[in-house]
């Protein structure tokens, strides 16, 4: 079997399928043991940039070494260093890489000559209607594409003597914004000289361009002609039709495969290769055209297509109110399926980073740096993350397993299939990352987006839910944590252990109290300082804490004297349990060299809660064996 990774940037893009779907077009037809593995962001589709950095961190899950051959789609990753890493984790594979629509060193070329069909359209309209004034509206300044067909245009311009000025380009996107905010910005610094044609980089820009037109009370194509690019439905369903260029976006995909395929049987493959293209000329530059367009079709796909988004609509808001009630992810994936029936693919996954669990942990003393920093990767990923939900075939399957990196996990025994990773991040910080088998047509619907985004708000709300229950469950231990040896202190004695005390004499559970005080704290403060005093005092509490059972509540209830609460065991376990302590202290104490001995005095005793007695009537019990003891220990030092 082998494996080709695909690397993409962007949702709203028609070629976010269109390149998949016709990748697998070409397996499928050859009937090769090749599957796809598509690693796509949105990290263009956002302005925060701590956004993109959790987007972008999708493309360092792959170890790209593992796969036969890569495809990049670089050209829309919206940060110059991000395209680098991809560029150079992929180069130093050896394998072979394919970059589509942007010539890369070392690389094959996939893509349609952006520079040779431009140049027909800026051709048609100067030598054809004798156009001669133009305005271009086009693409984002720093896009490899858009780029190309800019200086396709100046190279044509300069070559027959038609003046421009770059007064006369508006850079921005290719979206339909980008069209009503270039005409508008041109068309204001013009003093009212129109031009003769208006070329665009997309047919998203042109409708914008007649739509910001026709607002000033301009027309198309009577007062100055509109060109597009790409012949997607907004130019052969407008009014007027948008002349464009055409091209079969799946091809590129179509070609990518083929390309490796050829490469793995040992043959010799061009390092460019362009897919083809078609100058459609329509209503907006004056053309008549024979091609016929189907507006009954169109108008009934259109009714489809809104019936379906509304559909959706409402089972995403179905699916966010009962992610609200949810009190984990587990379960919130669970109504992924449920809620968005269209969601039933052949499988999903869901891999988080086990920091997600933090907050949840139970601990005896609460770690603040965890509410501080949390754990999760910035770059890359954990070497070990949670399997934590599997969806395969229309059933759930039982799961919680760790895993490393992606193989075997999601190995796939047959040719032909897609599996979809998408990130998941709480901004800039890490989380995990979404799995789906055979999603192209999900992709096409754009609903994974959407789903995933309301997936990620629900569970960030939820960690945060979990942080602030954290903080407010460690201020409170906090107020009843001694802050020198961070047992409990006073108030931790009264609301917890007396509560603790007070449940088991309700359960008629007998308990062992035990009371120890250290012995000659006076006259290591005295003779060494209130800073080795309170050191003696840590390394006995230390010793305490390490060596009692975690059931057991130990309180500094003062000064030098502690408290052991522990349920009764045997005599001997007792004795061992004390002789662990000390043996603990004198370690301690020799690992230091402390120019002192430190010792403590210790009274047991256990309750009978049949009595009426109190806690506090037990510790004075304890509290006169312990000086019972200490006495002893005072008369043999001076026998």
């Not at 006369?168 to 003093?191: I, K, M, P, T, W």
């Not at 502690?562 to 662990?580: G, R, S, T, W, Y």
């Amino acid at each position: 079997m082998k494996k080709i990774a695909l690397i993409m940037d962007g949702w709203k893009r028609f070629f976010t399928y269109a390149w998949p779907a016709g990748i697998l077009q070409r397996i499928k037809e050859t009937g090769e043991d090749v599957n796809l593995y598509i690693f796509n962001s949105s990290g263009n589709w956002s302005l925060d940039d701590d956004y993109n950095i959790g987007e972008y961190n999708i493309y360092s899950l792959p170890d790209l070494s593992d796969f036969d051959g890569i495809i990049l789609d670089t050209n829309n990753i919206r940060y110059p260093e991000v395209s680098e890493r991809v560029i150079e984790a992929a180069r130093k594979t050896g394998n072979p890489v394919i970059s589509i629509a942007k010539e890369i060193e070392d690389f094959y070329y996939v893509g349609i000559d952006n520079y040779a069909s431009i140049q027909k359209m800026i051709a048609h309209l100067h030598e054809k209607h004798g156009c001669s004034r133009f305005w271009f509206v086009m693409g984002p300044a720093d896009n490899y594409e858009n780029q190309v067909r800019v200086r396709s245009l100046k190279d044509y311009m300069q070559s027959h003597g038609i003046t421009y000025g770059e007064q006369d380009f508006y850079y921005e996107s290719y979206a339909y914004q980008c069209g009503v905010h270039g005409f508008e910005q041109l068309y204001r610094n013009s003093d009212g000289y129109l031009p003769e044609a208006i070329i665009c980089a997309s047919d998203n820009i042109a409708v914008g361009v007649c739509e910001a037109a026709r607002n000033h009370g301009l027309r198309v194509p009577q007062d100055f002609f509109v060109t597009g690019f790409d012949n997607f439905d907004k130019a052969s369903y407008y009014m007027p039709k948008i002349t464009t260029i055409g091209h079969i976006r799946e091809e590129v995909g179509y070609c990518c495969a083929d390309i490796l395929l050829r490469i793995w049987n040992g043959e010799k493959v061009d390092k460019f290769n362009y897919t083809r293209t078609e100058c459609i000329f329509w209503e907006s530059c004056g053309c008549k055209s024979d091609i016929e367009v189907d507006q009954r079709t169109h108008a009934k796909d259109q009714i489809i297509y809104d019936i379906e988004t509304t559909e959706f609509e409402e089972q995403v808001l179905s699916l966010e109110y009962e992610l609200m009630n949810c009190k984990t992810v587990k379960e919130m994936t669970r109504w992924i399926p449920e809620c968005i029936p269209a969601m039933k693919c052949d499988a999903m996954y869901l891999v988080l980073d086990d920091h997600i669990n933090d907050f949840k942990k139970k601990k005896e003393l609460y770690d603040f740096h965890i509410i501080q920093d949390e754990d999760f990767h910035i770059h890359g990923y954990p070497e070990y993350m949670n399997l934590e939900f599997a969806y395969e075939d229309g059933h759930i399957l039982p799961c919680n397993q760790k895993i490393s990196g992606l193989f075997p996990t999601f190995d796939y025994h047959k040719g032909g299939t897609d599996m979809l990773f998408m990130p998941i991040h709480f901004r800039s910080r890490t989380v995990g990352f979404f799995v789906i088998r055979n999603a192209v047509y999900l992709m096409e619907k754009q609903y994974l987006f959407k789903v995933l985004n309301v997936l990620i708000s629900a569970m960030e709300n939820l960690h945060e839910k979990e942080k602030l229950e954290y903080m407010n469950h460690a201020l409170t231990e906090l107020s009843v944590r001694d802050t020198v040896t961070g047992l409990y202190n006073r108030l931790g004695y009264q609301q917890i252990a007396c509560y603790v005390f007070d449940r088991k004499k309700q359960e008629s559970e007998n308990l062992l109290i035990m009371f120890a005080d250290m012995d000659k704290l006076k006259y290591i403060n005295d003779h060494f300082g209130h800073e080795y005093g309170d050191l003696a005092i840590r390394l006995v509490s230390g010793a305490i804490l390490y060596n009692i059972p975690e059931t057991s509540i130990p309180v500094r209830m003062g000064g030098d004297e502690f408290l052991i609460m522990n349920k009764v065991i045997p005599q001997q376990e007792a004795d061992e349990m004390i002789q662990k302590i000390q043996s603990e202290i004198r370690s301690k104490a020799d690992e230091l060299k402390l120019p002192f001995e430190i010792s403590f005095s210790i009274g047991c005793i256990v309750t009978d809660m049949s009595t009426e007695k109190s806690l506090d009537d037990y510790v004075k019990e304890a509290d006169e064996i312990m000086y019972q003891q200490k006495y002893m220990k005072k008369v043999n030092r001076e026998e």
